[in-house]
């Protein structure tokens, strides 16, 4: 069974940084695009960020030059490191791991709050 678990989110002013981390058991994951989303209060969750097995990286338009996504496959975790943040980078940020083919092998992380306030 896979589960993923993350860790890094918390209270950080405007400007600061913050890493999160995702690291995931039960299988292997080197056909799995992995990414971050986010949903702040009353908003649909969004893409942050997703890294592809090849390396291949998307960030949406808001979280460019600002954040980076990376992948560790011997440990099976993927990163988000945060910089500059903003207060409307507040939000829930959830892992996601997805099968490149069979879609049904599509994983969330808890989710883990951040929160960007003076």
């Known amino acids: 069974q896979v589960q993923l678990v993350e860790s890094g989110g918390g209270l950080v002013q405007p400007g600061g940084s913050l890493r999160l981390s995702c690291s995931a058991s039960g299988s292997v994951f080197s056909r799995y695009a992995m990414g971050w989303y986010r949903q702040a209060p009353g908003n649909q969750r969004e893409l942050v960020a997703l890294?592809?097995?090849?390396?291949?990286?998307n960030y949406a338009d808001s979280v460019k030059d600002r954040f980076t996504i990376s992948r560790d496959n011997t440990k099976n975790t993927v990163y988000l490191q945060m910089n500059r943040l903003k207060p409307e980078d507040t939000a829930v940020y959830y892992c996601?791991?997805?099968?490149?083919?069979?879609?049904?092998?599509?994983?969330w992380g808890q989710g883990t709050r951040v929160t960007v306030s003076s």
């Open positions: 890294i592809m097995p090849s390396g291949s990286i």
């Open positions: 996601n791991f997805r099968h490149l083919e069979i879609f049904t092998y599509n994983y």
